[in-house]
């Protein structure tokens, strides 16, 4: 992998998350190429990385992985400016929530490999959940590159690529769900009389000991939950008004509004 020149096309928030763990995990900052919109965004890559920002086709002659890392409805016309560039042994890699490896295949010469996955904004702390998919072409070669790729931002995991509408409503949209709870929480502690500091700061290290323990225990929530639940106590008293309030059902028609608009995401694309 270290042989390999690596280009992000499209380094916003995700894409820069990927180049951020290439280098840190010892990547050749001359072996990793960059593409901007902007020439603001295109320095600040350069100051923050040390990385080359180059065009879109250059990005594409030059690399041997290519990740994409564009808004799902812009990745159409990204494809129609580098095809004739993507020769044979390049390895398109997708971070696109939505579309499949398909969308790119079509769009790519025959036979190009393409990876998708589906990464999380905790990347930029070392744990993201990223979940990868080969496409048509792709190899356990190419699936160990796209590894190597996002092991410097967390864990990583292997999936069917028809799960992954799905995947993106649980981690590549979940943080953003226990982001609202813990604001939630916060704002709860407040109507209580609660400094705000002191409820950020009660609200946010339960909820880290709470993941914690979540993965290093091994237990299931349930379990986990029954532990803190006293007969008679003030949990039973608040779990009562969350179930009341229909939490459960609300992140089932959460995640399944997620799932749906992945798929007309990937309807919407042209
Ligand atoms: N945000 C998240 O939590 C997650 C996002 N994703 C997926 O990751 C991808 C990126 O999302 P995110 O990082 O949030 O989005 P950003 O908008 O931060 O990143 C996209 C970047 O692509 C640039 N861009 C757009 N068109 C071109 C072009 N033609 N040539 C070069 N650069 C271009 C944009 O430039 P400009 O700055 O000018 O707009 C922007 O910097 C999406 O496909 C999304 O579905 C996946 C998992 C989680
Ligand atoms: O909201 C989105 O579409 C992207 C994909 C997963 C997280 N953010």
Same mark, same amino acid.
């Given at each position: 992998m270290s042989e390999q020149t690596v280009a992000i096309?499209?380094?916003?928030?995700?894409?820069?998350?990927v180049l951020a763990g290439l280098i840190r995990s010892g990547h050749p900052a001359d072996r990793v190429l960059a593409?901007?919109?902007?020439?603001?965004?295109?320095?600040?890559?350069t100051?923050?990385h040390g990385v080359t920002?180059v065009?879109?086709?250059?990005?594409?002659?030059r690399a041997d992985v290519?990740?994409?890392?564009?808004?799902?409805?812009?990745?159409?016309?990204?494809?129609?400016?580098?095809?004739?560039?993507?020769?044979?042994?390049?390895?398109?890699?997708?971070?696109?929530?939505?579309?499949?490896?398909?969308?790119?295949?079509?769009?790519?010469?025959?036979?190009?490999?393409?990876?998708?996955?589906?990464?999380?904004?905790?990347?930029?702390?070392?744990?993201?959940?990223?979940?990868?998919?080969?496409?048509?072409?792709?190899?356990?070669?190419?699936?160990?590159i796209?590894?190597d790729l996002?092991?410097p *931002?967390?864990?990583?995991?292997?999936? =069917?690529?028809?799960?992954?509408? @799905? #995947? $993106?409503?649980?981690? /590549?949209?979940?943080? +953003?769900?226990?982001?609202?709870?813990?604001?939630?929480?916060?704002?709860?502690?407040?109507?209580?009389?609660?400094?705000?500091?002191?409820?950020?700061?009660?609200?946010?290290?339960?909820?880290?000991?709470?993941?914690?323990? *979540?993965?290093?225990?091994?237990?299931? =929530?349930?379990?986990?939950?029954? @532990? #803190? $639940?006293?007969?008679? /106590?003030?949990?039973? +008293?608040?779990?009562?008004?969350?179930?009341?309030?229909?939490?459960?059902?609300?992140?089932?028609?959460?995640?399944?509004?997620?799932?749906?608009?992945?798929?007309?995401?990937?309807?919407?694309?042209?």
């Amino acid at each position: 992998m270290s042989e390999q020149t690596v280009a992000i096309i499209g380094a916003g928030k995700m894409g820069e998350l990927v180049l951020a763990g290439l280098i840190r995990s010892g990547h050749p900052a001359d072996r990793v190429l960059a593409t901007a919109r902007r020439p603001d965004r295109a320095a600040e890559l350069t100051e923050r990385h040390g990385v080359t920002v180059v065009t879109n086709i250059e990005a594409a002659t030059r690399a041997d992985v290519l990740a994409i890392g564009v808004k799902p409805l812009d990745a159409g016309k990204v494809l129609d400016e580098i095809s004739s560039s993507v020769t044979p042994g390049k390895l398109i890699v997708s971070l696109c929530a939505g579309l499949p490896t398909s969308f790119f295949a079509n769009r790519l010469p025959e036979g190009t490999p393409v990876i998708r996955v589906m990464t999380n904004t905790p990347a930029m702390v070392g744990h993201a959940m990223s979940a990868i998919s080969p496409g048509d072409h792709a190899t356990d070669e190419h699936v160990a590159i796209a590894d190597d790729l996002f092991k410097p *931002l967390g864990a990583t995991v292997r999936v =069917p690529e028809y799960q992954q509408d @799905a #995947v $993106t409503a649980v981690s /590549g949209s979940g943080p +953003a769900y226990f982001y609202l709870v813990v604001e939630a929480m916060i704002e709860a502690g407040v109507l209580l009389g609660l400094p705000r500091q002191t409820a950020r700061e009660l609200a946010v290290q339960t909820a880290v000991g709470s993941a914690l323990m *979540l993965r290093d225990s091994g237990g299931h =929530p349930a379990e986990l939950r029954e @532990a #803190v $639940t006293s007969p008679a /106590g003030t949990t039973a +008293a608040a779990l009562r008004e969350l179930e009341r309030n229909g939490l459960r059902t609300a992140f089932s028609d959460a995640l399944s509004a997620a799932h749906s608009r992945a798929q007309q995401i990937a309807a919407q694309a042209k």
